[in-house]
Each structure stands twice: as C-alpha cells, then as structure tokens.
C-alpha cells in the first residue's frame, strides 16, 4: 500500500467540521454514482476511517479532525500508483469544498 499524507486548513471549529465530513461522506455514492462505490465509514470522536472503491481500486483514508485543519493519512494500493497525484488532489479538493464556510448573504440597506 501506498501511503498518503497530507492536511487541509479550515475556519470552521471542529464541530462544524465534524458535521460537514460526515454528511460528505454520507453522500458520496449519490453525488458521484460512476466513480465511487462500497462507502464504509466509522466515527469516534474526532475521527474517520473512510473506505471505498473508486475506479475500481480501494481506497481508504484516516482523518483527524482539529479547530482548523483535518489531517489526512490514505492509502491506495501499489497498482494504482499511477494515479497517487490525482487521487489525492481530488480527495483534497473535496475536503476543502466540503470546509469552505458558508457564503455571508449580501444584506442590503433599506
């Protein structure tokens, strides 16, 4: 197995955090029915095991949830070498997708 460690920074809190991973995950499947398949999530605390198939290799992805950044260890096997960069570019983007706070409404004076 291949071994990917990486973090991403976020504002949230981590609660808020927590919340939004975990509904993330919960919506894999739906929101990308082609590519990922077979989700299995565990939670304790402020951690995620997430496994999964995609492009018909299994992934899984450890992460740790702190006030302002997930720490993210994957692992992709040996056979998937090839796309190491692209697996971890486009879990990374997710994950930042996911944290990226809420738009502040425009409030216009009446």
């Not at 509904?23 to 739906?30: D, E, K, N, S, Y």
């Not at 190491?84 to 738009?103: A, W, Y």
Request: include cysteine; hydrophobic fraction near 40%.
């Amino acid at each position: 197995m291949i071994e990917i460690n990486t973090a991403v920074q976020h504002c949230l809190g981590q609660k808020e955090a927590i919340a939004r991973i975990h509904q993330m995950v919960a919506t894999l499947t739906q929101r990308f029915p082609s590519q990922v398949h077979q989700v299995n999530l565990h939670m304790k605390d402020h951690r995620f095991d997430v496994s999964f198939a995609a492009y018909g290799y299994l992934v899984s992805w450890r992460a740790e949830v702190f006030d302002d950044q997930v720490s993210l260890l994957g692992f992709i096997p040996e056979s998937a070498k090839q796309f190491r960069g692209k697996m971890e570019q486009t879990v990374v983007s997710r994950l930042e997708e996911t944290l990226t706070p809420d738009p502040i409404p425009n409030l216009k004076a009446s």
